[in-house]
């Protein structure tokens, strides 16, 4: 069993950053590929970022590529979300997911685990 807690979202102008952290209890972290989803008010969940269990690699929907870093820290059982460059049109609550695998993967029904998510808000 995997819980997670996600913090950082917040309210910020476009153009601005936000640093989202999720963190995860139990010892088995490090065999979970972690992912960031989003979900936009009257939208379906949207893919945002996905990052495999070293770290080593990542993947991104085009939408964030290029703004958003995703990250983790197997050590304090933490990843991450980095938000550059802030546009409205990511107005969300975010969620962060543990995947049954251990690389990457942008598919919704591959994660397991899924934390409480937090808002972000992007004025214009």
């Known amino acids: 069993q995997v819980q997670l807690v996600e913090r950082g979202g917040g309210l910020v102008q476009a153009g601005g950053s936000l640093r989202l952290s999720c963190a995860a209890s139990?010892?088995?972290?490090?065999?979970?590929?972690m992912g960031w989803f989003r979900q936009a008010p009257g939208k379906g969940p949207e893919f945002v970022a996905s990052?495999?269990?070293?770290?080593?690699?990542?993947y991104y929907a085009d939408s964030v590529k290029g703004r958003f870093t995703i990250s983790r820290d197997n050590a304090k059982n933490t990843v991450y979300l980095q938000m550059n460059s802030l546009k409205p049109e990511d107005t969300a609550v975010y969620y962060c997911?543990?995947?049954?695998?251990?690389?990457?993967?942008?598919?919704?029904?591959?994660?397991?685990?899924w934390g409480q998510g937090t808002q972000v808000t992007v004025s214009s």
């Open positions: 997911a543990a995947a049954g695998r251990l690389r990457w993967t942008i598919s919704f029904r591959e994660y397991d685990y």
């Open positions: 139990g010892r088995t972290f490090s065999s979970h590929a």
């Open positions: 990052i495999s269990w070293g770290g080593g690699s990542t």
